[in-house]
Every structure is written in C-alpha cells, then in structure tokens.
C-alpha cells in the first residue's frame, strides 16, 4: 500500500461528509506505453479518505497503460466499498456528448447509456466498426477509426460529410474523419443538429474558463478531450459493470442528487482539473499536483457542505436543457455556482486543452477563485461501518 500523508489540519466543520474517500483519475488517450518513469500527459490517480477527523493523501500513482489503472482502481474501489465506505471517484474527460448524437444514431432512451454501450463494442452495434481498444494491455488504441465509424453511422453513412468527430493524423482522414474542424451545428443523419458544446461546456466558458469541444480527437500533435472521452467511457463503463450496481454515474444514473446516506457505494463523475490550476502544489508533475488538488478541493467542498450543492441540479438550468444534461450529456462536477466558477457555449472549439500537460503547451486561462483548504471532517453520530 502506498504510503499516506496527512493534510494539514484545518478547523474543524459542524457538518457530516458525504464520502470516506476520494479518488481523482487523470486520463490520457496516449496510443502506446507511457514508459517507467513518471510524465506528464500520462495517466495519474489521487487518492485521499478521512482518518479520523483528518484527511489523509496516498502517494499520487503513475500508470505507463490505461489497463493498468483500471485493474488500480477496481481494487481500490472493491476495497473501500467492502469496509463500507462511500466513495467519489472523478474521471477528467467527458461522460456525454452534445444533446442528439443518440438520435442520430438511431439509438434509443436513454441516450447516455446506448451511447456508453456502443463506445465500448462499436463493432457490436455498427456495421463495419472495430472493436474499441480502449485499455489494451500495449496502452495502443484506434480511436481514430471509432471516431470515424461514429460519424459515418451519425451522417448515415453519406460520404464526404465529416463530423462531429474532428481532428486525427494525417494518416488517419477518411471521408467522414477529418484533422479541420466541421461547421456547427453539424447536421446530422434523422434531422439531428449537433452542437459543438454541452450545457456544462457552455457554463465553464461563461465563467472565462476555456474547456474542449467534446468532439475534438486530436489537435497540434496532442490527444485532447475527444480522444479521452473515446478511450475514457468505455473504461467507466467497465468500472460500473464490475462493481455489479454499487456505483452510479452522476448525474446521468443518479439525478442531480447526493448519494443515500448509510450505502456503501461509490459515486463516479466528471471532473476537470482546470478548475483547479490555481492550488497546484509545487515540485510535483502536473499531472500529479491537479489529481492531488481535485482529492483536496472535493473533500474540502463535502466537509463545508458545498459539495452536497454542488451534486444537485444547477440553479438555472432546466427545461430541455436539464433533460438533455440527465439523459445524455451530463456535467462537470464543480461547473455552475458553488465553491468553484461553472461553465458555457459559443466561441471557439479548439481553445485550451482539457486535463494535464506542460503549461506551455496550452493557452492561459483566467484563473478562477482560490478555495479554502479542506476543513478537518466532523466526527459524525455513532454508527456501524467496517474497517
């Protein structure tokens, strides 16, 4: 077990956590081992739980393969949740696509989970798609030609009409996949018209922030969130699966809603580390300081109880715009107001680039509010957990 680190002690909050414990996954559509020594653009889990009244850090992990995260996470999932606990476990990249890919797709209700069910076998559910190597054991993936396959189906199979899905090697282009962006809205096959962001992305660029256009696979050289969410959704889909209906997917299997209370469960959702770029600790990879600030700011947030705000339904979003964030697009925990800035849509796609990296190689971002540190967790009213 790696070794742990306690969190300097705060004062102590008069409120009940929500979570025991905290695990924030930094992802990579990297196609090919990362390597033995530790980088950035790589793949990076944080892991924090209260001890007591303090919260404790284990050493940040580094994986050279997406498989071999996924195999570290279905253990330390498996593990709190057998000592009873309850867990939040937070993926950066996106758990949905703009509202009226399912349609054009021809899927059926709710979108959300045809989508995740078809990213994780395309060859299942698509004629003439190949299956996703999403965490293959070489860390070697095609997600270029499930991005290909997607928008083939999504235009209904008319050639020479890219989209929504842009950006690949040069090698890579097909008639439906190509390295320039498409128009937006992409029209799309059964009278769908694709936006280029969500709700949530909409609400993040509001706030000044600068998130990725989900449809983007590949941009300067660099994977980007597109590509991450391709690699990335299947792999949660295979978490869930795994923990056999002990996690749900927030929001889009949970509602906007905290977990019960008293249940053994985890909880995973969608983060985005550009939130907190501000709280970076130094003399660590990137990577590894944004998972370790993301554990700190989510156990901050539920010891001070802005964490149960944050898991319901943003104020002022509703109508179809609610449906469509529940039924198919989902949201970026920590997007909209609360403890953190919230999101938006309009201006560019291709601004900024979502998860981890070398600052340089990405545009400044206007940096949002610094949170407080996490305040030491109340001790709760007695009751039975395990170990």
């Not at 695990?23 to 196609?31: F, G, N």
């Not at 530790?38 to 284990?58: K, Q, S, T, Y």
């Not at 703009?98 to 060859?123: E, T, V, Y």
């Given at each position: 077990m790696?070794r742990?680190?306690e969190?300097?002690?705060?004062?102590?909050?008069?409120?009940?956590?929500?979570f025991?414990?905290?695990?924030?996954?930094?992802?990579?559509?990297?196609?090919?081992?990362t390597?033995?020594?530790?980088?950035?653009?790589?793949?990076?889990v944080?892991?924090?739980?209260?001890?007591?009244?303090?919260?404790?850090?284990e050493?940040?992990r580094?994986?050279?393969?997406?498989?071999?995260?996924?195999e570290h996470?279905?253990a330390?999932?498996?593990?709190?949740?057998?000592?009873?606990?309850t867990?939040?476990?937070?993926?950066?990249?996106?758990?949905?696509?703009?509202?009226?890919?399912?349609?054009?797709?021809?899927l059926?209700?709710?979108?959300w989970?045809?989508?995740?069910?078809?990213?994780r076998?395309?060859?299942?559910?698509?004629?003439?798609?190949?299956?996703?190597?999403y965490?293959?054991?070489d860390?070697r993936?095609?997600?270029f030609?499930?991005?290909?396959?997607?928008?083939?189906?999504?235009?209904?199979?008319?050639r020479?009409?890219?989209?929504?899905?842009?950006?690949?090697p040069?090698?890579?282009?097909?008639?439906?996949l190509?390295?320039?962006?498409?128009?937006?809205?992409?029209a799309a096959?059964?009278g769908a018209?694709?936006s280029?962001?969500?709700?949530?992305?909409?609400?993040?660029?509001?706030?000044?922030?600068?998130?990725?256009?989900p449809?983007w696979?590949?941009?300067?050289?660099?994977?980007?969130?597109?590509?991450?969410?391709l690699?990335?959704?299947p792999?949660?889909?295979?978490?869930a699966?795994?923990l056999?209906?002990r996690?749900?997917?927030w929001?889009l299997?949970?509602?906007f809603a905290?977990?019960?209370?008293?249940?053994?469960r985890a909880?995973?959702?969608e983060?985005?580390?550009?939130?907190?770029n501000?709280?970076?600790?130094?003399?660590l990879?990137?990577?590894a300081?944004?998972v370790?600030?993301?554990a700190?700011?989510a156990?901050g947030?539920?010891?001070d109880?802005?964490?149960?705000?944050?898991l319901a339904?943003?104020?002022?979003?509703g109508?179809?715009?609610l449906?469509?964030?529940?039924?198919e697009?989902?949201?970026t925990?920590?997007?909209?107001?609360?403890p953190?800035?919230?999101t938006?849509?309009?201006?560019?796609?291709?601004r900024?680039?979502?998860?981890?990296?070398?600052?340089?190689s990405?545009?400044r971002?206007?940096?949002?509010?610094r949170?407080p540190?996490?305040?030491?967790?109340?001790r709760?009213?007695a009751?039975?957990?395990g170990?």
């Amino acid at each position: 077990m790696a070794r742990e680190r306690e969190a300097a002690a705060p004062p102590p909050r008069p409120r009940r956590s929500l979570f025991d414990a905290y695990l924030m996954v930094d992802w990579s559509a990297a196609s090919g081992p990362t390597g033995r020594v530790p980088r950035h653009d790589a793949v990076w889990v944080a892991e924090a739980r209260w001890g007591g009244r303090a919260l404790r850090f284990e050493a940040e992990r580094y994986f050279p393969t997406r498989r071999a995260c996924v195999e570290h996470l279905a253990a330390r999932l498996e593990a709190h949740l057998s000592r009873g606990r309850t867990v939040l476990a937070g993926f950066d990249f996106p758990f949905g696509f703009p509202a009226g890919l399912a349609r054009a797709l021809g899927l059926r209700a709710p979108g959300w989970r045809a989508i995740w069910r078809l990213l994780r076998s395309p060859a299942s559910h698509l004629p003439g798609a190949p299956e996703n190597r999403y965490a293959a054991a070489d860390n070697r993936n095609n997600r270029f030609a499930v991005a290909a396959a997607v928008n083939r189906a999504a235009q209904g199979g008319e050639r020479g009409r890219a989209g929504p899905f842009f950006g690949c090697p040069r090698r890579e282009e097909t008639a439906w996949l190509g390295q320039a962006r498409p128009t937006f809205p992409v029209a799309a096959a059964r009278g769908a018209r694709l936006s280029c962001w969500r709700s949530t992305d909409e609400a993040l660029r509001r706030a000044g922030l600068s998130p990725l256009s989900p449809w983007w696979v590949l941009g300067g050289g660099a994977p980007t969130v597109g590509g991450q969410a391709l690699v990335g959704i299947p792999a949660v889909a295979e978490l869930a699966e795994r923990l056999d209906g002990r996690a749900r997917i927030w929001p889009l299997e949970t509602g906007f809603a905290p977990p019960p209370s008293g249940a053994a469960r985890a909880v995973l959702a969608e983060i985005w580390p550009g939130l907190v770029n501000d709280r970076l600790e130094p003399g660590l990879v990137r990577d590894a300081a944004q998972v370790r600030a993301m554990a700190r700011w989510a156990a901050g947030a539920d010891a001070d109880g802005t964490l149960r705000r944050l898991l319901a339904a943003p104020p002022g979003l509703g109508g179809a715009d609610l449906a469509a964030c529940l039924s198919e697009e989902g949201w970026t925990l920590g997007a909209g107001p609360g403890p953190r800035p919230g999101t938006g849509r309009g201006g560019s796609a291709t601004r900024g680039r979502r998860g981890s990296g070398r600052a340089a190689s990405r545009p400044r971002r206007r940096r949002p509010a610094r949170p407080p540190p996490p305040p030491a967790r109340p001790r709760p009213p007695a009751r039975s957990r395990g170990g």
